[in-house]
């Protein structure tokens, strides 16, 4: 089971009134949002987003006895402008975005997020790829050697980066790479012994990077929180989740731009981060910042 993350402080940030047009950007299984659908009336709307097709049905059966309207869509937020259209909806009251992934997808969608697995290297949050559709094992096996160490230095913060990307290059000389299992395999070749040992697992932020570069992570915050705040009503809330640096940084900045144009304020001058009891009970929120504007 996924356990949604800061959910008391999602619910107190949106401040709800039962009658809101919100839109969760991220979901999944619907965790935070069947805590929304609790406090919408039979005027309220929820608009479910996911790249997932397997999520969102999850969240169909999760949310089939609330009393508000909800409407799911199965697409990028990054285009939550169109999907607000098609309803014939200009504006919406709230949004939420909980980024990255689900544990759920981290530990059954077969599609490669965990090195724990041997598992295919696709890493899409799509759950069929297809042929247009960026793979981990497209960025391990056609990348130039140089772009990959990028995206594992940039986005991974990796040190070893240089050396995983040499090691990449070098094992798919002799066959192309397949799964994680041997993708696993050449990052324990590229890095020292220490560095096997340590807490945080050797193959971390190398899986992190082509996670966030397969899925266009960072352009995809960036669009979408522009969008949310574009096309929210006055008083309005967009309320995000991040558990990245750089994330955080684009999230930070997006709310700061929009303050000084005048489009509203930062309710959260520093991020709220999850107490120590949360993280006991749930290590995934170890990263978690929670950011939030409201509009004027
Ligand atoms: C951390 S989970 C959300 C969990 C959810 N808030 C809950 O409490 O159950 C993040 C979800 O965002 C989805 N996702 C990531 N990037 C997306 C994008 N650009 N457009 C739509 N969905 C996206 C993933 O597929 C995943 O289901």
């Not at 996924?2 to 619907?30: A, F, M, R, Y």
């Not at 799509?126 to 940039?154: K, Q, Y």
């Not at 070893?160 to 798919?172: G, M, N």
Request: charged letters at 30%; hydrophobic letters at 40%; glycine letters at 6%.
């Amino acid at each position: 089971m996924h356990i949604s993350v800061l959910s008391k402080e999602v619910l107190q940030g949106l401040s709800l009134s039962e009658s809101d047009i919100v839109v969760d950007c991220t979901i999944n299984g619907g965790g935070h949002s069947a805590l929304i659908s609790k406090q919408l009336g039979d005027q309220g709307i929820l608009i479910g987003i996911d790249l997932d097709a397997n999520a969102l049905s999850v969240s169909r059966e999760r949310l089939s006895a609330a009393t508000c309207r909800v409407i799911l869509k199965e697409g990028n937020y990054a285009r939550l402008d169109e999907f607000l259209s098609e309803e014939h909806i200009e504006k919406a009251d709230k949004y939420l975005f909980d980024l990255g992934l689900s544990s759920q997808q981290l530990d059954s969608s077969m599609r490669g997020f965990s090195f724990r697995f041997d598992e295919p290297l696709l890493m899409t949050f799509v759950p069929s790829p297809g042929s247009g559709d960026l793979t981990a094992r497209e960025i391990v096996n056609d990348w130039e050697e140089e772009s990959i160490a990028d995206i594992i230095f940039g986005y991974g913060e990796e040190r070893f980066a240089r050396h995983i990307a040499s090691k990449i290059v070098e094992a798919r000389k002799k066959k192309t790479i397949e799964t994680t299992g041997e993708l696993v395999s050449i990052i324990k070749s590229a890095t020292p012994h220490w560095y096997q040992h340590k807490r945080k697992h050797f193959a971390t932020k190398t899986f992190q990077a082509l996670r966030i570069t397969v899925n266009n992570e960072m352009e995809n915050v960036k669009e979408g929180v522009r969008k949310a705040i574009a096309r929210t009503n006055e008083k309005g809330r967009v309320v995000v989740i991040t558990f990245h640096s750089i994330e955080d940084r684009i999230v930070k900045n997006i709310f700061k731009e929009a303050a000084k144009d005048g489009e509203g304020v930062i309710i959260t001058k520093k991020p709220i981060q999850p107490a120590d009891s949360e993280i006991r009970e749930n290590p995934r929120a170890r990263s978690a910042k929670l950011r939030i504007f409201e509009k004027a």
